[in-house]
């Protein structure tokens, strides 16, 4: 799990629940609408985060080629398909290789447990 003891996931109804990463996004859109209005041209996601990149102030950006993110460790060549996902509205893990899932969210301090009757656990085997 890349070093984390737990990971959780919330999925929240559209323009609902913004959170730091829409303010991020929001910054790095507005410092390239500048750029482009100076004369930059931004064609490309290299581009970008070359013209871009050295203009943030207190966001950083690192640019991952396709070919370093497609042999990354971290990500699985194979993921197995997970059924009804637009019901899900959390997900959790405190063991890799092992999601559980929720209909609804929770906030508690059980992010694995299967206390909740909502809860629903998947097995995921990487290949």
């Known amino acids: 799990m890349a070093g984390f003891s737990a990971v959780s996931w919330n999925y929240f109804e559209s323009s609902h629940g913004k959170g730091a990463v829409d303010g991020i996004g929001a910054t790095v859109k507005r410092t390239a609408d500048a750029c482009v209005r ?66 609804l969210s929770c906030f508690c301090n059980h992010l694995a447990s299967r206390a909740h009757a909502t809860v629903l656990q998947h097995l995921i085997t990487l290949k």
Do not use: A, C
């Open 38 to 103: 100076q004369g930059h041209d931004i064609d490309t996601p290299v581009k970008l985060f070359q013209v871009v990149g050295p203009r943030l102030q207190s966001v950083k950006m690192w640019y991952i080629d396709e070919e370093d993110f497609k042999q990354s460790e971290l990500m699985p060549s194979e993921i197995p398909v997970l059924k009804g996902t637009r019901e899900i509205h959390q997900i959790n893990s405190v063991q890799s290789g092992i999601i559980v899932h929720r209909k």
